[in-house]
């Protein structure tokens, strides 16, 4: 009898436990995810205040872009004032140093992309510490 009344205390306090563990589990999972939304509406707030001027900024120098490209066509094309080709020829040289030196920037981007990384840096630290953590707590309990 006093077997049979221990078993079902034992019973009743796993149950517990894991109820208890499963609620901490929730908790943690909707803390995590309430702050990688706060940080996501953070770099969102801040957009709305670069993102019209970077659109203008972007009209502006592209404008000016297309405007220096034709004045560099059109300096390159004294250079082939006899040939009745000059403007092809000018548009094409203009154009391989505009893709050269696209590529290169692009290229130099991309490392910057890679090295940086897309999500949010606070969140991922905060996860990768907590996996540790756990893996710890794990380790020592059992």
């Not at 001027?53 to 004045?71: D, P």
């Not at 059109?74 to 020829?89: K, M």
């Not at 840096?121 to 953590?133: F, H, P, Q, S, Y």
């Amino acid at each position: 009898m006093n077997e049979t009344r221990y078993t079902e205390n034992h019973r009743h306090d796993l149950a517990d436990v894991v109820s208890e563990i499963r609620d901490e589990l929730k908790e943690f999972i909707q803390t995590r995810v309430q702050m990688m939304k706060s940080e996501l509406h953070e770099t969102i707030s801040a957009s709305k205040v670069w993102l019209p001027l970077a659109a203008a900024a972007v009209t502006f120098l592209g404008t000016a872009y297309l405007l220096f490209t034709i004045a560099i066509v059109a300096l390159v094309s004294v250079a082939f004032i006899t040939n009745p080709y000059r403007w092809f020829l000018s548009f094409l040289i203009v154009a391989v140093v505009w893709a050269i030196t696209g590529a290169v920037f692009g290229y130099l981007a991309w490392i910057q992309l890679r090295a940086q990384g897309v999500f949010p840096k606070r969140t991922v630290e905060v996860l990768k510490a907590d996996g540790i953590w756990l893996q710890n707590e794990v380790r020592h309990n059992i």
